[in-house]
């Protein structure tokens, strides 16, 4: 099956002469030389912060699991560099915009700021979608098969879809795999469903498989046949010639095109990087990450403000807490049932948070045992309160604003990102941008459509990409970029009645559709493995 996939992806017509070029020694061992210098770089910060925070980490296992688990969700980074990017890259390279080497250079560049400029946001929220008992203990043997399983899952649909030169969404991969784990998870608990949260982006995913390629395929035909019937520059409308550029205007919008789906990129999908590295590093050495101990005494004493006053308001709505508070407040993470005990309970753990700030006085005072207690009280608290302000549960004003204080205060303690880890990621997706993108590049410039590229449909493909990137930015739309580009140049080859390569098509409609079931599978069997393994 995999052999005729394959095969079925060559092309009908020579390969772009751009492309059969490779980098010299000259070029590898810069390559080369940089990435020593990325993961130099990365563990001397982490080593640094590991120090700084007075963590003793026992030489042997704890430093094998860690090291091990930080090159791999790099190596994520590093492969999503590659096999995303060529969808940047693939029309300036194959209109001649850009030369390969630059082109590829250019976008490994914005991916890089795009992962440094980005706001973190994402990051947690990607981490958020794992069950919620797993975060809670991601020390435990449980939540390091989490967390290899999440990773080893993605890297392998990513680069088995790429070895095969098919196109797909690593974000869709990485959601898959979540919700493996979450059904697996669940399964050997004694009970099968996942959360709501879980569900809703697993929805999501799905409306964007049918959604991407639809706006994708009809934006670019209607863009491409309007210009065709406003342009009277018919060059714009034939394949390149040898290596000749696109007018200037034209080679203007596919290299701005280009920098906007690089940049959008990195802020995106670097950001989930940031979210698991983030998680392994509060698995592994919590006393340094769990919460950010360069919260400042000022910080901290509003923080102790806020969960007093909170508690406070919370103790005025009646009832009595759960015999577990913490067990009723993953309850309503399970089934969002807003119980009796619940806003009690939830007042009772928000008391324990008061009473442990203002027993230390200072976030980076409190004792290392106690460190993960108290980042998952704030977590468990934090996430009752997001799924409160969503659900039908009134409050009076002044109760619903020391809530919405605490979690904005909640978050500042424990949603921190280390500038290193930013840059790590930044590097490992930048230089992944630098190797393997051929694959890919080949498939959506020569194996979609029968005749080569043109102008005019390179720009009409990248700017609908570019375009729709932004209105899902701003409306929230579930679409993939990776399918919105190769949609869209199937789009411009139909427009211009040039005809598809029905074989390559195929092939890519089939592993977009096989993507979350796939993913889900593995991350499943994975997690059952490894907790079995660790």
């Not at 979540?178 to 669940?186: D, K, M, R």
């Not at 879980?198 to 395929?217: D, E, I, K, N």
């Not at 002044?398 to 205060?409: F, K, V, Y």
């Amino acid at each position: 099956m995999l052999e005729v996939m394959r095969a079925s992806r060559l092309t009908q017509f020579p390969i772009s002469p751009a492309l059969r070029e490779t980098h010299g020694f000259k070029g590898r061992l810069t390559f080369f030389l940089l990435l020593a210098a990325a993961l130099v770089f990365t563990f001397a910060a982490l080593g640094h912060d590991i120090h700084t925070s007075g963590t003793q980490l026992e030489m042997g296992w704890p430093v094998v699991v860690l090291v091990v688990a930080l090159l791999i969700a790099l190596g994520f980074e590093f492969i999503n560099g590659f096999h995303d990017t060529a969808n940047a890259v693939a029309t300036v390279i194959y209109t001649n915009a850009m030369p390969p080497r630059l082109a590829v250079a250019w976008s490994g560049l914005w991916n890089f700021l795009g992962v440094l400029l980005s706001s973190g946001a994402v990051a947690f929220a990607i981490v958020s979608l794992l069950p919620l008992d797993l975060l809670l203990k991601a020390d435990s043997s449980a939540g390091l098969a989490m967390i290899f399983a999440l990773l080893i899952a993605s890297i392998l649909w990513n680069l088995g879809t790429w070895w095969l030169g098919l196109p797909v969404s690593s974000s869709h991969t990485l959601i898959g795999s979540i919700v493996g784990i979450g059904l697996a998870h669940g399964a050997m608990a004694g009970h099968l469903g996942l959360s709501g949260n879980a569900w809703s982006q697993l929805l999501t995913v799905g409306y964007a498989l049918f959604l991407s390629p639809v706006v994708g395929f009809f934006a670019a035909f209607v863009l491409l046949r309007v210009a065709s019937s406003t342009l009277r520059n018919r060059a714009l409308f034939h394949a390149p010639e040898g290596r000749t550029p696109p007018p200037r205007w034209i080679r203007a919008i596919l290299i701005l095109t280009c920098t906007g789906v690089s940049f959008a990129h990195g802020s995106n999908d670097g950001q989930k990087g940031i979210g698991l590295i983030m998680l392994i590093l509060i698995a592994t050495v919590p006393l340094a990450f769990a919460v950010d101990r360069a919260h400042s005494p000022e910080q901290t004493r509003q923080l102790l403000a806020l969960t007093q006053a909170s508690q406070e308001q919370l103790h005025r709505t009646g009832g009595s807490p759960a015999a577990d508070p913490r067990q009723a407040l993953l309850s309503y993470q399970e089934d969002e049932l807003v119980r009796p005990d619940l806003l009690p309970s939830l007042g009772s753990v928000i008391g324990d948070i008061s009473a442990r700030l203002e027993r230390y006085g200072q976030i980076d005072q409190v004792p290392a045992e106690e460190v993960q207690d108290l980042r998952n009280d704030l977590y468990l608290s934090l996430e009752t309160i997001r799924l409160l302000d969503r659900s039908d549960q009134h409050f009076e004003l002044e109760t619903w604003s020391s809530l919405q204080a605490l979690r904005q205060g909640g978050e500042q303690a424990i949603r921190f990102i280390p500038i290193w880890v930013k840059v790590a990621v930044a590097l490992a997706l930048g230089l992944g941008t630098l190797v393997g993108w051929r694959r890919i590049v080949t498939t959506v410039g020569e194996g979609i459509g029968k005749t080569p590229l043109t102008y005019a449909q390179g720009a009409s493909a990248q700017l609908v990409a570019m375009l729709t990137i932004g209105a899902a930015d701003v409306f929230g739309l579930p679409v993939s970029t990776t399918q919105v580009l190769s949609s869209g140049v199937a789009g411009t080859m139909a427009a211009s009645g040039s005809g598809l390569q029905w074989p390559t098509i195929r092939n890519m409609l089939l592993a977009w559709v096989l993507t979350l079931p796939a993913a889900i599978g593995l991350a499943a069997g994975l997690y059952w493995l490894f907790t079995r393994l660790l």
